[in-house]
Every structure is written in C-alpha cells, then in structure tokens.
C-alpha cells in the first residue's frame, strides 16, 4: 500500500510539473528528488505496521517526521502541492538545498496565488542560506501569510523557522497565530497546542 501511495504522489508530481511547464532540467531535479524518497521509504519504510498515535515528547518540537505529519495535516497529503514539497524535502535533506529552491521556484512561477507554494518556497529558502531568516526567506513567509491570512500553515512554518534559528520569541508569536487561526476540531490542532506548550515551558527554563 505504501509503495502505491508513492507511486501515486510521482504520478501527481510530473502532471503538476507539466501544467506549470517546468523547464526541462528540472524535471530532471524533480525524478531524482522522487527517486530518493523511494530509496528513503525503502530504507525506513514499515508499510506493514500498523498505524498508531505517537506518543508525546519534547524532540516532537523538531522532530522532521512530526512535522511531515503536521504538514500533511495542514495542507494535504495529495495533489500536486504536496508532491512539490516531498520532492523540495527529499532535495533539501540529500544536500540539493539549491536544486529545492529551484524547484519551488518554479512551483512559485506557475502559480504565484498558492499559499502553500509560497510557505514551502520560504522552508527551503530558510534551509538554503544557513538556517537563517535571510530577507529572502521572510519575504517567501509574508507572501504566504498576505495571501493566506486566516491560513494557520504559513504562521506555523514561519513559526517554526524561526524556533530552528533560536528566536524563541519570535516563534511563539508566529505558533500563537497559528493556534488562534486552527478550528477547534482541526486534526492538527493538538499538535500545535503540544508545540506552544512546549515552546513556553523552553522559554520559562530559559528565563529562570
């Protein structure tokens, strides 16, 4: 089932490259980025255990298959968006930080309405330059959020680049938002109260 699930997310990949009309080298980009996270799901992979609610934790704060999971939630696990994202992730983790931005890019170019594209363009432009929110990677997030305003995912992207550069701060103003903007029966909604939660108990330790 796992493996038909990643076919599938391919296939939806290469249609929403050929309705954006992606230049040819990055379809190039785009396969070897769905090739890795086949080799990635082979390696990890577990198609055969079933599914089960994680247990909460401190790490879940950074923890990158947390936030797949989050993200998911929030912007959906299908279409071409999301498959945009799996190949920008798959890129940006292998060390193509430069080839993600590229690919998101492009995505951008082809619809520049899409919130979702905007928030993911200022993920890998925040991994891109160090880890830091150069002024590329907060006008990729004011996009976002201009565009999407009553939308939780970029103010909980933002939010989140942010905490990864060390401005707990500034994420916790972004990750309130996020929380304000979440309806109260939203799948993802537990999980960033968990995260205010636990960024306010950082800050407090912190402070003390």
Do not use: C
């Not at 391919?10 to 929403?16: L, Q």
């Not at 938002?177 to 109260?193: F, K, M």
Request: aromatic share 10%.
């Amino acid at each position: 089932m796992g493996w038909l699930i990643l076919l599938l997310i391919a296939a939806v990949a290469s249609g929403a490259a050929l309705w954006l009309r992606f230049p040819r080298p990055l379809w190039t980009m785009l396969g070897a980025a769905l090739a890795l996270g086949g080799v990635g799901y082979a390696w990890q992979g577990r198609p055969t255990l079933a599914a089960s609610a994680p247990a909460p934790r401190p790490d879940a704060l950074l923890d990158n298959d947390a936030i797949s999971e989050l993200r998911g939630q929030l912007i959906g696990r299908y279409g071409g968006e999301a498959a945009m994202f799996t190949a920008a992730d798959a890129l940006s983790r292998s060390g193509n930080k430069r080839t993600a931005v590229q690919i998101m890019l492009g995505a951008v170019g082809g619809d520049r309405t899409s919130v979702p594209y905007w928030t993911e363009l200022g993920n890998v432009l925040f991994a891109h330059d160090g880890y830091q929110m150069s002024p590329a990677a907060r006008f990729a997030f004011r996009r976002a959020r201009t565009l999407g305003p009553g939308d939780p995912a970029p103010f909980f992207f933002e939010g989140l680049a942010w905490m990864r550069a060390g401005d707990f701060g500034k994420a916790r103003v972004f990750w309130n938002r996020a929380l304000e903007l979440s309806p109260a029966n939203a799948a993802y909604r537990p999980a960033i109260e968990q995260r205010v939660m636990l960024l306010d108990q950082a800050i407090r330790m912190m402070g003390e």
